[in-house]
């Protein structure tokens, strides 16, 4: 869930403390297992504070931390030099108005249009030294990216803070088969897959999805029981309003 309203962090304390859910035994010890999220409901920040920096930058993520948030969504893409960025665009067309490709640029050359705009680039490891007490859900955009980010995590020992996503699910079965304790959410093949036949194709306790998709229904209080049965948490991308927060709280999703 996005972090547009101002005031969001101590609606969420309140909400801990006058709107418990009822969660059975198996869960609980699930959110105790867990260090990813040990809390039943979170608010993931995305791309940072966009209104006011430029999205997946320092400025942007730093505006949110300073703020409370204990979690970010980011993507990531490689730059010409290898390095792998949090940007989510494959161009910088929407951004900055440039007919440029990420994978044709060098990292300094990117980050040279950041610091026209008063803001700082980062790569993944410099995202996560960056803010150490921060939780990462990272958006595999690319297959470039999947074994760096990997190694990263794997270097800065961030396993237990960050949860490796992607729309393709292959993404996140290559983060499994190399390293089995990570954390990753389901991509679309695996949300379908669940949603219209029961059926978990792969180690993960994140179901991550949107409203709707193309004009289908994705998520409803038959797929929030659906996942409940499981020990599933779900996350549900990218909520802007109140009334939207609220209403998806009651039904009793967790981010």
Not at 202 to 219: A, Y
Request: with cysteine; aromatic share 12%.
């Amino acid at each position: 869930i996005s972090k547009k309203e101002k005031g969001y962090k101590n609606y969420y304390k309140i909400q801990y403390i006058f709107h418990p859910l009822i969660l059975n035994l198996n869960i609980f010890f699930f959110y105790m297992r867990n260090n990813y999220q040990s809390k039943p409901f979170v608010a993931l920040s995305h791309r940072g504070n966009s209104n006011k920096h430029i999205e997946n930058s320092f400025e942007a993520f730093k505006s949110v931390v300073d703020m409370g948030f204990e979690y970010i969504e980011t993507d990531l893409r490689k730059t010409l030099d290898n390095q792998i960025v949090t940007f989510h665009d494959e161009d910088l067309n929407r951004l900055f108005n440039v007919d440029l490709k990420v994978e044709n640029l060098t990292f300094a050359e990117i980050d040279k249009f950041f610091s026209e705009k008063n803001c700082n680039l980062l790569t993944l490891k410099e995202a996560l030294l960056n803010f150490p007490e921060t939780k990462f859900n990272i958006d595999l955009k690319v297959k470039d990216v999947i074994r760096e980010s990997i190694n990263v995590v794997k270097e800065l020992e961030a396993f237990e803070r960050v949860c490796f996503a992607s729309f393709n699910s292959s993404h996140t079965d290559e983060v499994l088969t190399d390293s089995p304790r990570a954390v990753v959410s389901m991509g679309m093949k695996d949300v379908a897959y669940f949603k219209f036949f029961n059926y978990l194709r792969k180690d993960s306790k994140i179901l991550q999805v949107p409203l709707n998709w193309k004009g289908l229904n994705i998520l409803n209080s038959k797929l929030i029981k659906k996942a409940k049965d499981k020990d599933l948490f779900i996350h549900v991308w990218t909520i802007n309003d109140r009334e939207s927060i609220i209403k998806l709280m009651d039904m009793g999703v967790h981010g």
